[in-house]
């Protein structure tokens, strides 16, 4: 298909984890620097090898700044179903353009990927040396290459019927790695600060991603926990505010996490979290509040609300009460002042979360949170909705046969005005939504006894 002379079209190598979360996440950053994915980009549902037009190399180069979703981008000068189609389509590719990485005075080396087949070396130098009719001038070094190119064969994705030949065969020039190294470095496993919840490094930054967060932006966690989604939004240059209901948690204080420590150390604690990664100066505060109970002025303050709300399993949902809210019948503590924990049903707090955002959020600014679902009993009139916000995609993460978690991104596309609060009373939808109130009952349903039993001492 003809492009418009402005767009280059380039080969992404995709990561096959979260797969899902993929194309949410590109789209997200593809607008964030001004590029835009059409439906006529070839985003291949679980392949690794993605084909998209991109106006500039800059924006491919911003896009893989971010991406975790990505290994490595291409600018791609050739594909095919077999060798032949793909010589051909090279020689149709415009000699100016290749030239700038060919000339004499350069130095560059080829590489082979091959997804779902491994190639031995006479048979990768095979392919290489095939390319010979390629003008390249300069001179091959293979440690410090100026330019490094890429053959990359695409044999499938079934390992038990992996065919003689590729399905296709793509030839660039490789632009950029994107942010893999990222899951490792921040990973919970080496963190200063951690709790049973924290969030996972890799989804951590798919949620900034699907956030869309940028430098100097303000994003706020009102489940903050131990701060994992604050660290990857600081790690974008994001400042960062949470709070979480949690007294000890918030304090870095109470029993320790970790196998083989006792109590939390000194020390341990979001703030501290941040040093460790560099990131101290994105840190604004975190402090001890019930979501339940917004304790902000009327305005907009968050570019981004990224938050991982609590689903009843590895921690209670739990708000402050007061005397008055104790249904009738159960016996009231005499200190009126003493603020109570009630119980915080899933179907509230994600009312609640919604119209907090709508109020609060920028125009244009996105809410990123995780659903639990029941997935017998899920259907897509369940996420909740607002007159304010938009939903931009709703990803599934598979917690076990029969429970999910799905990451559902909203942007704010109107200004709030004070009936938005009650539309949702309106609809049906409180009815679907209610039915997320038993998701706990629902988890243990089908998990082991063994597996439920530990989940609960784990809670007491
Ligand atoms: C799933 S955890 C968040 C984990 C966090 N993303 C991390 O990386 O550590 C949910 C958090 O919500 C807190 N929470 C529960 N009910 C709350 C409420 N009503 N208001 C604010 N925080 C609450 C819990 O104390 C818990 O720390």
Redesign the pocket.
């Known amino acids: 298909m003809a492009l418009p002379c402005s767009l280059t079209r380039y080969l992404l190598l995709m990561a096959q984890e979260h797969l899902e979360f993929r194309l949410p996440e590109i789209k997200s950053l593809l607008s964030l620097f001004g590029g835009q994915f059409t439906s006529s980009q070839e985003a291949y549902g679980k392949s690794p090898f993605w084909i998209l037009s991109i106006p500039s190399e800059d924006i491919a180069r911003n896009l893989m700044k971010r991406t975790v979703c990505a290994k490595s981008i291409f600018e791609l000068w050739g594909q095919g179903k077999s060798p032949e189609e793909l010589y051909r389509s090279l020689k149709n590719y415009p000699v100016e353009k290749m030239v700038p990485y060919l000339h004499s005075d350069s130095t560059y080396k080829i590489k082979i990927h091959t997804f779902n087949k491994t190639l031995t070396q006479e048979e990768k130098v095979k392919r290489i040396d095939a390319l010979e009719f390629l003008p390249f001038e300069g001179k091959v070094n293979l440690k410090k290459p100026q330019h490094v190119f890429s053959i990359l064969e695409d044999y499938g994705l079934d390992p038990n019927c992996i065919p003689e030949h590729p399905h296709n065969i793509y030839f660039g020039r490789w632009i950029a790695d994107g942010q893999r190294e990222l899951i490792e470095s921040y990973s919970v496993k080496k963190r200063h600060f951690i709790?049973n919840?924290?969030?996972d490094a890799g989804l951590s930054f798919i949620m900034a991603n699907h956030g869309k967060v940028k430098e100097n932006d303000i994003v706020f966690?009102?489940?903050?926990?131990?701060?994992?989604?604050l660290i990857a939004s600081a790690h974008f240059g994001a400042y960062v505010y949470g709070?979480?209901?949690?007294y000890n948690?918030v304090h870095g204080l109470g029993k320790a996490s970790r196998k083989n420590q006792r109590w939390r150390g000194p020390d341990e604690n979001i703030r501290a979290n941040l040093r460790q990664y560099g990131l101290e100066k994105y840190y604004l505060d975190v402090l001890v509040?019930?979501?339940?109970k917004p304790s902000w002025r009327k305005g907009t303050y968050f570019d981004a609300i990224i938050t991982?709300?609590?689903y009843g399993v590895r921690?209670?949902?739990?708000?402050t009460g007061s005397q008055k809210e104790i249904p009738k019948g159960i016996e009231k503590c005499p200190e009126s002042h003493v603020p109570v924990s009630l119980s915080?049903h899933l179907s509230d707090m994600f009312f609640d979360l919604l119209n907090f955002a709508a109020e609060t959020l920028v125009l244009g600014g996105r809410l990123v949170y995780w659903l639990p679902v029941y997935t017998p009993e899920y259907t897509e009139e369940m996420i909740p909705w607002h007159p304010c916000l938009q939903l931009i995609s709703n990803c599934e993460q598979k917690l076990s046969s029969h429970t999910s978690r799905r990451l559902i991104t909203m942007e704010k596309m109107k200004k709030f005005e004070n009936r938005d609060q009650y539309s949702h009373l309106l609809s049906d939808q409180i009815l679907l939504y209610q039915g997320h109130n038993s998701f706990r009952e629902k988890y243990f349903s089908g998990v082991t006894k063994r597996f439920a039993k530990e989940e609960k001492s784990s809670q007491e």
């Open positions: 709790g919840t924290s969030m966690d009102p489940f903050v926990g131990t701060g994992g989604l709070t979480d209901i949690d948690t509040s019930d979501a339940s991982d709300p609590p921690e209670s949902t739990r708000r915080y």
